[in-house]
């Protein structure tokens, strides 16, 4: 089976898998086997088949226990206490490196040259690239 095609049908995993265990946990019912939440063989070909992911016995019967296994992980990081953590968006502090916005930073580049860029243009209007009007 393809790795891509399994990542693509994460999504509908994750949502099957949510609905299922809320479903067991309003039932009280659960595997005999599991912890927490957990995927059957039978969920997983559900999945599979909802993704439109053509998998065979064998590759059902491997992904089943891969599958818990995640879960196994993604339960056990819903047990770390992050009440006091402040949310970021790296694990180290980042700073941009900005520069100062300088128009004349480079002679070729910088400002006081439209006249000479707009000399190249088709169509200049107003001291703008004239572009063909696109929405009627």
Known sequence: MD??????GW??????VRVTANVRLKRG????NANGMSVTREEVAKIASLARISMDDDAVDRMVPELNNILAWVEQLGEVDTVNVEPMSAV???????RDDV????PKTGGGRRDDILANAPVAEHG?????????
């Open 3 to 8: 790795r891509a095609a399994l990542l693509c």
């Open 11 to 16: 999504a509908a995993f994750r949502r099957t």
């Open 29 to 32: 019912a659960r595997a005999a």
């Open 92 to 98: 180290i502090p980042l700073e941009q490196r900005l």
């Open 103 to 106: 128009v004349d930073a480079d």
């Open 128 to 136: 703008f690239f004239g572009v063909p009007k696109v929405i009627e």
